[in-house]
């Protein structure tokens, strides 16, 4: 991995590390500096290349339709024309994604699955937005969302848009309270989907 994958790592993971909370708020600031979204930028190459640049600086995995290999590495991204390499997964595990940068993913045509595990940025807000993006309530088929400890019911329910999701894995999420509703929710406004509950 090159050496910007690897401070992008570093800094997304240094989050867990008990900080003053000066330190804290440094961290913050900059991983929030790594979600910022540069419009010029996302006009000039497009939505898969800006969303690949955002995903791989913020410490996430991308995989192209038609691709096996999973890419991590930001100085590994492809030249040449991005219309050949259309996003169609996204692994954000243990990456710094935050709201404010969810705009990269307005394009996105051919996303089928997004894992979320252990995201420490991620809530309810930003689920929400997801679920908005008309490209990926027709795209995605899969959703994992593992160790995201300021998820809760809300979130998981605003998914219900996703109206092609076949398959909803839900762990570790400990805000999340009333299984019961969720599964009713689901039950009703995606009847095909196999939803996967492991939760307290």
Known sequence: MTVFGKISRQLCSLK???????SRYFWE????VFNKVDYERLRDVGPDRAASE??????????????QKWLQDYNSLPGGSMDRYKIQAIDA???CIMDIGLDHMEGLEHVEKITLCKCHYIEDNCLQRLSQLEKLQKSLLEME????GNVTDNGIIALRHFRNLRYLFLSDLPRVKDKDN???VFKTALPSLELKLNLK
Request: glycine share 6%; with cysteine.
């Open 93 to 95: 595990t243990d990456s």
């Open 16 to 22: 867990k590390i008990p900080w003053s909370c000066d």
């Open 29 to 32: 600031w900059l991983n929030t």
């Open 145 to 148: 969302i593992i160790a995201c």
């Open 182 to 184: 969720l599964v009713q």
């Open 54 to 67: 955002w995903l791989l600086r913020c410490g996430a995995k991308v995989r192209y339709c038609g691709h």
